[in-house]
Nanobody, 117 residues
């Protein structure tokens, strides 16, 4: 059972920045992909960004492209989401997720990001 612990959420003004962290209990190089999702009340969970820990290949949802950056620190078994130029509509609970090579998905507990003036 992989454990994922997110941190770094909080309250920020529009245009501000936050960095989310997700620490895994196992070596992230053993995972197929790692990603970030977000969810607001009454809506389905939305994919935000993904990274392949081995190749470093990244992908982003159009809504965050150019503003968010996903990265990993392999020795620390941690994935980050750097969020810049935050907008009101980025407000959500952000979840870290990993997919193993056997196609099992694991999720963190979520961290709240609130963008408000």
């Amino acid at each position: 059972q992989v454990q994922l612990v997110e941190s770094g959420g909080g309250l920020v003004q529009p245009g501000g920045s936050l960095r989310l962290s997700c620490a895994a209990s196992e070596r992230i190089l053993s995972f197929l992909t790692m990603g970030w999702y977000r969810q607001t009340p009454g809506k389905e969970r939305e994919w935000v960004a993904a990274i392949c820990p081995n190749s470093g290949t990244t992908d982003y949802a159009d809504s965050v492209k150019g503003r968010f950056t996903i990265s990993t620190d392999n020795p620390k078994n941690t994935v980050y989401l750097q969020m810049n130029s935050l907008r009101l509509e980025d407000t959500a609970v952000y979840y870290c997720s990993i997919r193993t090579w056997s196609r099992l998905d694991y999720w963190g507990q979520g961290t709240q990001v609130t963008v408000s003036s």
